[in-house]
């Protein structure tokens, strides 16, 4: 949890804002998983969020804080696997347009 916040400390306030100026260039589907005991990010952060990702879907754990997925790990894992398996398989290269393909050797 230490390591956590001093990471989190460490992002510069001009990064934050970059990235959230961008957060809506995300256009494949996302799962937000939000803990109502998260005590970095409020319920109306987690919401702007949501509002903010046209393709996501939130997830609200009652029981957890900012870290579902050590919290309630069985939990997490069975909402990925379900998350993940409602979605089309696509490769790296169909979600990623313009990124370069390795070249073969």
């Known amino acids: 949890h230490d390591s956590l916040i001093k ?5 510069r306030a001009r990064e934050v804002v970059e990235l ?20 970095l990010l409020s319920s109306d952060q987690a919401e702007l ?6 393709a996501a879907r939130p997830v609200v754990f009652v029981e957890a804080g900012h870290l579902a997925h ?4 069985e939990a997490t894992a069975k909402l990925i696997e379900e ?4 979605q089309p398989k696509r490769t790296f ?13």
Not at 7 to 11: E, F, G, L, M, N
Not at 70 to 73: I, R, Y
Not at 93 to 105: F, I, K, N, V
């Open 49 to 54: 969020l949501h509002r903010a990702l046209p």
């Open 7 to 11: 990471t989190i400390q460490q992002i």
């Open 20 to 39: 959230s100026a961008r957060i809506s260039e995300i256009q494949i589907p996302t799962l937000i998983v939000w803990g109502t005991h998260d005590s």
């Open 93 to 105: 290269h169909e979600l990623t347009p313009g990124a370069r393909r390795p070249s073969s050797a």
């Open 70 to 73: 050590q919290e309630l790990p």
């Open 83 to 86: 998350f993940l398996a409602q």
